[in-house]
């Protein structure tokens, strides 16, 4: 009989608090971490074709270690998922037993040196036709490797953790039946999707619809954003992944924007701002498209008059707002990029933006009519 791990009730008390938590899994992730003798843990949801990660929650990883992971597509070299994604939901394993067969390249073997690990202790939790739902918990070389005993202690939490996914599942699609945030969206002129906290695409308005329908480096599948470019992908995921931990209250409020080049023609602006929890949405975020063929972007003279700034560091925003980066913003204005780069540094300090993506998304909001 598997022994109950000490603080069960406390875990299992966690796990459906997650239900309503604004931050999800997370808090429920650290006290499993602590009660297992981990290091770290996640929650994920990873797409099994093509092989990506589209959203986790996640205890004891850095967000340096998160862009590293993503960066790189790491996933596609993590010997867990691999086995994970090929099973039915199941019972907790080892990872050990799955490491002789497996041959990572230089990055993945070089990570695992440099975090000491050594083991993970992982479940699939639940499958659609198309995703997975992982759970994995690290252990270092000075932890030591998962013993039976104690993956049969964790198997005792696995039928509540497989409810309690299926309910916030069930809770996150209920949402979809509301019409007040609907309603709103329906009458914005740009193309606007409502994402929820899983970055699942609720709702788009008709705009949103017409864009998907003639751009094709974009579709939306499966409720999910799919892009054509993997780097585009990658960077969505990451953006998107921020907003919505700030809507959350996980971090603080943050916007980002992101640009989807086009051959011949000016690129889509992607803004995405957090929706704060309420009533209505436990978190989420709005991806609002610009398309600069159809609708002016603001002018250096309105940036300046609006945000205080001078004319050279008006001319360097409107230029970062319509998608160039700084090397060609140097070269459009006949200035150096160290030149550049000073005058992002005052826009930052007038703005109090911290990042361009920030900054754009501030100075469309304000200015674009």
Known sequence: MAVMLQNEPELLQALYHSLTDREGFHAFLEKL?????GCAAQLL?????????EHLWYHGLTREFLDWYLENNMIAQDVVTNQAVKQSPGVFQSALPLLPDFRPDQDYSRWENDQDMLDSAWLVV???PTHSFVLTIQRTVAQGPYQQSELDSLDRLVPHIRQAVQLYRQ????????ATLAAVIDVLPDATFLLDSLATVLHSNKAAKDLIDRERCLVVRDQRFNFAEQDVHRA????????????MGKEDYCSETLFLKRAGRSPLIFVIRPIESGELLAGGALVTV????????PRAVHIASYFDLSSAEAQVCERLVAGREVQAIADELGRSVETVRSHLKHIFQKTGC??????ISRVLAALLR
């Open 33 to 37: 971490t602590r009660a297992i003798g």
């Open 45 to 53: 949801v990873i797409q099994r074709q093509p092989l990506r990660m």
């Open 126 to 128: 639940d499958t659609t």
């Open 171 to 178: 809770l996150e699609a209920r949402t979809q039946d509301d």
């Open 236 to 247: 969505f995921f990451r953006a998107s992944a921020m907003v919505v931990r700030s809507s």
């Open 290 to 297: 610009y398309e600069p063929d159809s609708r002016p972007l």
């Open 354 to 359: 911290s990042r361009q993506g920030e900054l």
